[in-house]
């Protein structure tokens, strides 16, 4: 019974997606079965035959699965699959989870490696190219292979099946450069590695003196939730701070059991921030991103990028105008919390880095005053000081006492 004067639970009502999908598409499959990632796995669909079963194709599906075959593997977890709707291609889990034929086609431009990672990757698993952090690339595998996939140069497999000598070389390169402080294993998806076999990675990391955190980019809470156990929290929790950033791009993925596995992550103390691709006609719309971001939030996740869609190979039916993302920002900006609102970032082609992007909000600058309109449009004017000496004089003194006190350099 509830206390008199709540609304009645509203949960109790409300059908579960993946439960209808389940029953639909595997009706023989045992609670226990459905809820360990070891099965989910085993039976995740890999081809066109099996793919036959479950989803009613379209003839650009279909040919879009027989043209690529050669290019980038297929994997769906059945939860990921339970999705799908059956009767609509435009269905975000579907379009981002079942081949067209446009991926087939590679445009004039378009690159196999799109952000020049190849160029600053000094050991086969680290990708260095910002001075303090790197990319530390764990494994080849996902639950699920993204249509959008822009590592899959990576993540067809058989090229970087990465050896346990090549894993314990990226993390002496680590050790050996002091200048890094902030390691983001990524991949394929680290929490496709078992529990031990993670800690193998986060245990001899979290222990070099200068890395003063660890980032886990995986996009298992959206495509394979159950695999987000108690057992994987406390072990990320012991090697804090480790932030896990998740990759939702559409409100349908935030079903209630990836809300469960990201406030597991959350209640044992890892932070959850969330990387969305802006993907033409799939979520490229300021509605869909403002939803998105809401749910993220009410289950405790951040949003953090909104990425303009990179430049690469099967990609540009995908991609949206630059002005997409920025009109996008601009609906969001002001209309709702500032906590829902991510960063439009653009990864340049060629390995410039990422740069972020924002509607133009200074009108004029001058220097008595500076011209700003707010997010309606209107006009107001922020009185520049007259003083405008900006040193810290008292910054020598607390970079001289601060590791005295135990304050590590930042
Ligand atoms: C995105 C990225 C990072 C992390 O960038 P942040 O802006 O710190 O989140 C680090 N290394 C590489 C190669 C990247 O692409
Ligand atoms: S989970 Fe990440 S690395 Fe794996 S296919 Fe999807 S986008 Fe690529």
């Known amino acids: 019974m509830l206390p008199a004067g709540l609304p009645p639970e509203p949960t109790a009502a409300r059908a579960s997606l993946s439960a209808e999908g389940r029953k639909r598409l595997f009706p023989n499959a045992t609670d226990a079965e459905w809820a360990d990632w070891r099965w989910q796995q085993r039976h995740a669909v890999r081809g066109l035959e099996q793919l036959e079963r479950y989803v009613p194709l379209t003839s650009n599906e279909r040919a ?37 034929r446009a991926e087939a086609r590679i445009r004039p431009g378009e690159l196999a490696d799109p952000l020049g990672e190849d160029k600053t990757r000094p050991e086969e698993c680290i990708v260095h190219k910002y001075p303090d952090r790197v990319l530390f690339l764990a494994l080849d595998t996902c639950s699920v292979y993204c249509r959008h996939c822009t590592r899959r140069r990576i993540t067809q497999g058989g090229v970087a099946e990465l050896s346990k000598e090549q894993l314990r070389r990226g993390v002496d390169y680590v050790r ?7 390691v983001l294993i990524s991949g394929g998806d680290p929490f496709m590695l078992s529990d031990s076999r993670l800690e193998e990675l986060l245990a001899p990391l979290s222990e070099i003196p200068h890395v003063e955190m660890i980032r886990i980019g995986t996009r298992v809470p959206v495509c394979l939730p159950m695999r987000v156990t108690d057992a994987l929290a406390k072990t990320l929790r012991r090697y804090a701070p480790v932030f896990v950033v998740t990759h939702f791009n559409h409100p349908k993925e935030v079903t209630p059991e990836a809300r469960e596995a990201c406030e597991r992550l959350v209640d044992h103390g890892v932070p959850v921030e969330n990387q969305a691709v802006l ?20 289950s405790r996740v951040r949003p953090y990028y909104l990425h303009q869609m990179d430049v690469a190979e099967g990609c540009e039916h995908l991609r949206t105008p630059i002005a997409k993302g920025l009109e996008i920002i601009q609906q ?7 906590l829902a609102v991510p960063h439009l970032a ?24 500076t011209v700003f309109r707010n997010y309606k449009g209107e006009r107001f004017t922020y009185p520049e000081p007259e003083e405008t000496d900006c040193t810290c004089p008292y910054d020598g003194v607390w970079q001289e006492r601060a590791p005295r006190y135990g304050y590590r350099k930042g």
């Open 64 to 100: 879009g699965v027989q043209e690529t075959s050669a290019l980038f593997r297929i994997g769906i977890s059945p939860y990921y699959l339970s999705l799908i709707d059956p009767e609509h291609p435009f269905c975000p889990v579907r379009m981002q989870s079942i081949p067209v």
């Open 176 to 182: 050996s450069h002091p200048e890094v402080r902030d």
């Open 279 to 298: 993907m033409r006609q799939l979520n490229s719309d300021a509605r869909i991103i403002k939803e998105l971001s809401h749910l993220l939030l009410r």
């Open 332 to 338: 969001l900006r002001g209309y709702t919390t500032g």
């Open 346 to 369: 653009v990864d340049l082609p060629g390995g410039g880095g990422k740069v972020t992007l924002q509607p133009d909000y200074a009108v004029e600058y001058g220097a008595q005053e």
